[in-house]
T-cell receptor, first 110, second 112 residues
Framework: NAGVTQTPKFRVLKTGQSMTLLCAQD?????MYWYRQDPGMGLRLIHY???????AKGEVPDGYNVSRLKKQNFLLGLESAAPSQTSVYFC?????????FGPGTRLTVL | KQEVTQIPAALSVPEGENLVLNCSFT??????LQWFRQDPGKGLTSLLL?????REQTSGRLNASLDKSSGRSTLYIAASQPGDSATYLC???????????FGTGTQLKVEL
């Protein structure tokens, strides 16, 4: 039982490049989330999903897209990366009420 | 808009001391409050979850209390150890989708 896993762990992008972050969970949870964590800002919700095939915007969705084609996977896409998207990205899953977090992806955009 | 505040931002204590971490939130209409621990460069580990109808939850040396009407929660750590050194985050659920609003955390250092 791996819990919540994230791929990749680290990535460096140049401004304008695109990439996809993958989150996978093996707990059969319905709900999944993408957060970003910045110094002094705490964790902020980017997008979330309440079930396979559904997505919804969180607090800071601009510049990101998501897809939940399979229940166990939640993908976060950056179409045209900007330096402001340099951050640590965390995925979480939930069988309410508790949320379980992945180890994070550290993304640097130059 | 729900805002969650944690004071102090950083705390250093000697080993063995009992300590209290504070969390306050602006909108008392919450479903639950969750305390997390985050080690440097790592993800978040859930410590305790308190439902809105509960007053406190305990796990080992940790005790979390909730006063919903005043918008406050405390995390009490008994007999602190160097291994307790981490950042502690509180988060509240106040709407649908089980979405959480996080505080910015308290960075705890327990010294030998």
């Amino acid at each position: 039982n791996a819990g919540v896993t994230q791929t990749p762990k680290f990535r460096v992008l140049k401004t304008g490049q695109s990439m996809t972050l993958l989150c996978a969970q093996d707990m059969n949870h319905e709900y999944m989330y993408w957060y970003r964590q910045d110094p002094g800002m705490g964790l902020r919700l980017i997008h979330y999903s309440v079930g396979e095939g559904t997505t919804a915007k969180g607090e800071v969705p601009d510049g990101y897209n998501v897809s939940r084609l399979k229940k166990q996977n939640f993908l976060l896409g950056l179409e045209s990366a900007a330096p402001s998207q340099t951050s640590v990205y965390f995925c979480a899953s939930s069988y309410p009420p508790e949320q379980f977090f992945g180890p994070g992806t550290r993304l640097t955009v130059l | 808009k729900q805002e969650v505040t944690q004071i102090p931002a950083a705390l250093s204590v000697p080993e063995g001391e009992n300590l209290v971490l504070n969390c306050s939130f602006t909108d008392s209409a919450i479903y639950n409050l969750q305390w997390f621990r985050q080690d440097p460069g790592k993800g978040l580990t859930s410590l305790l979850l308190i439902q809105s109808s509960q007053r406190e939850q305990t796990s080992g040396r940790l005790n979390a209390s909730l006063d919903k009407s005043s918008g406050r929660s405390t995390l009490y750590i008994a007999a602190s150890q160097p291994g307790d050194s981490a950042t502690y985050l509180c988060a509240v659920r106040a709407g649908g989708g089980n979405k959480l609003t996080f505080g910015t955390g308290t960075q705890l250092k327990v010294e030998l």
